[in-house]
């Protein structure tokens, strides 16, 4: 059994409820225990640098109290531990994440406007946390995605043939052994493409389309071949497709278990964390939940 827990992030939304039956069934998978954390937000004139006397009772939280009425009747492992904080949630959730396995929360939760696809919380988690992130949408993003409990949904993973990650592709396969689904790689490379010319320069020779989409398939079998041997149980198909890598994402999610995509590297000259736009674009449009990998450690 894991020691380290899946923690989900609850506020009290029916957003939040669905992301904890998605952290459930993710501990059990894991047979790891499950950690449910609930942040309760400063008021807006109260100071974040001064902090109360001792840390917040969770025998005394209406919204974890909830949370224990939802669960309540369900046996069988994971051991379920119960966390109340105080203070602002996009600090403190990506904070949980530093000793988890995994983090679950909802796209949205209680506050904002009822328009947003993805809520500021959810926003910093995935762009921040040290460990994977799984963010839960509302129900019919997709009005014609596949029903939740149809057998058979693949797991789809996005590729970057120029520069994958390895903890991305490794996070895909493992889960995918985990819930015995296959899996269904996707590797888009831009076409058309842009050609941009001064005036008097000659016009780029002609590229072959099939040559650049034979080149990117070569690549990605590469890139996948020792995550194969690792995981022969698991059946991986790649799909090679032209056009923006966001869009052909959200395609596949509509038939999908799960979305895995990784967030960009931190870079010398600009050491914040970013997602990168597919990143984003995916985790605004997708109609399955989609998990996103921090990148692996760079190599000494």
Avoid: K
Wanted: include cysteine; aromatic fraction near 4%; charged fraction near 20%.
């Amino acid at each position: 059994m894991s020691t380290q827990p899946v923690v989900a992030a609850v506020d009290g939304s029916d957003d939040s409820l669905r992301a904890l039956e998605w952290a459930l069934d993710a501990a059990r998978r894991r047979e790891a225990p499950l950690r449910i954390v609930h942040v309760r937000q400063y008021a807006p004139w109260a100071q974040p640098e001064v902090l109360a006397a001792g840390p917040p009772d969770p025998d005394a939280d209406p919204v974890l109290d909830r949370v224990r009425a939802h669960l309540a009747g369900r046996t069988g492992p994971p051991a379920v531990e119960y966390a109340a904080l105080e203070g602002a949630p996009g600090v403190l959730l990506p904070e949980a994440g530093a000793t988890a396995r995994l983090l679950v929360l909802g796209s949205r939760g209680r506050g904002g406007f009822a328009s947003l696809l993805l809520g500021s919380n959810s926003l910093a988690a995935a762009r921040d946390a040290e460990c994977p992130v799984v963010v839960v949408p509302r129900p019919g993003r997709g009005t014609d995605a596949a029903p939740p409990d149809r057998p058979g949904r693949p797991v789809v993973a996005g590729l970057h043939a120029d520069s994958p990650d390895e903890a991305t592709l490794a996070f895909a396969f493992a889960e995918a052994a985990l819930r015995g689904a296959p899996l269904r790689i996707v590797a888009a490379y831009p076409w058309p493409l842009q050609t941009w010319m001064l005036p008097g320069e000659m016009p780029p020779p002609a590229i072959d389309q099939d040559a650049v989409e034979h080149e990117t398939r070569a690549l990605a079998d590469g890139f996948l071949a020792p995550h194969r041997e690792r995981h022969p149980e698991v059946t991986a198909r790649t799909d090679v497709l032209p056009g923006d890598a966001a869009g052909q994402l959200v395609e596949a999610s509509r038939d999908a278990e799960l979305v895995v995509v990784g967030r960009h590297r931190r870079r010398l000259l600009v050491p914040a964390r970013m997602m990168g736009s597919v990143t984003q674009a995916v985790l605004l449009h997708a109609a399955s939940p989609v998990a996103v990998v921090p990148p692996a450690p760079p190599e000494e």
